[in-house]
């Protein structure tokens, strides 16, 4: 199985901040990644596709890169509704798996 | 509006069955690949199954293989689960979501739309 490593497990910052989390594959899986937005009880929501493609209705402060191993969601500008937990996703090769999270918290 | 609501959740003993239900709106069902997600209490995602628009082709993550099945009814718009033989690290809220395709440069494979989750109990 390929495993899904995010960092940091948390961070804190304030809002107008940008920042950057990094999902590192455990072997190469080209641009085959998303990146989900997850707040406390609601279901995820799909941020981006295909490593650095916008999912339908994502505002631009989100982008993503990368490819191969390493990839990063990059989240600019920080307003309180960005604060959750993001996740990324391998869907390169079956199991599908999830990193465990990174949880952006108000500083 | 596109929109996937999960039912059939609930409290059952270790061994038991349950089917989950998902109804499809607003959207071809029948077009897309469709997938079940779950998430243990204060857990990571885990995705469990998907299934092909046809239902040719089905897979699972190892943990639930020769005890789980998807399927679904394209006529009904309506993607199911049927969970057997249920332990204790099966409790979790279980997702519907759409998409699921190997290797899609779509977005409809990268599972863009969610249901809102159904609470799987597995506890006696």
């Known amino acids: 199985d390929i495993q899904m490593t995010q960092s940091p497990s948390s961070l804190s910052a304030s809002v107008g901040d940008r920042v950057t989390i990094t999902c590192r594959a455990s072997?190469?899986?080209?641009?085959?990644l998303a990146w989900f937005q997850q707040k406390p009880g609601k279901a995820p929501k799909s941020l981006i596709y295909a490593a650095s493609s916008f999912q339908s209705g994502v505002p631009s402060k989100f982008s993503g890169s990368g490819s191969g191993t390493d990839f990063t969601l990059t989240i600019s500008s920080l307003q309180p509704e960005d604060f959750a937990t993001y996740y990324c996703q391998q869907y390169s090769s079956y199991p599908y798996t999830f990193g465990q999270g990174t949880k952006l918290e108000i500083k | 509006e596109v929109q996937l609501v999960e039912s059939g959740g609930g409290l059952v003993q270790p061994g038991g069955s349950l089917r989950l239900s998902c109804a499809a709106s607003?959207?071809?069902?029948?077009?897309?690949?469709m997938s079940w997600v779950r998430q243990a209490p204060g857990k990571g995602l885990e995705w469990v199954a998907n299934i092909k628009q046809d239902g040719s082709e089905k897979y699972y993550v190892d943990s639930v293989k020769g005890r789980f099945t998807i399927s679904r009814d394209n006529a009904k718009n309506s993607l199911f689960l049927q969970m057997n033989s249920l332990r204790a690290e099966d409790t979790a809220v279980y997702y519907c979501a759409r998409g699921g395709r190997l290797r899609s440069g779509w977005p409809w494979d990268a599972f863009d739309i969610w249901g809102q989750g159904t609470m799987v109990t597995v506890s006696s």
């Open positions: 607003g959207f071809t069902f029948s077009s897309y690949w």
């Open positions: 072997q190469g899986i080209s641009n085959y």
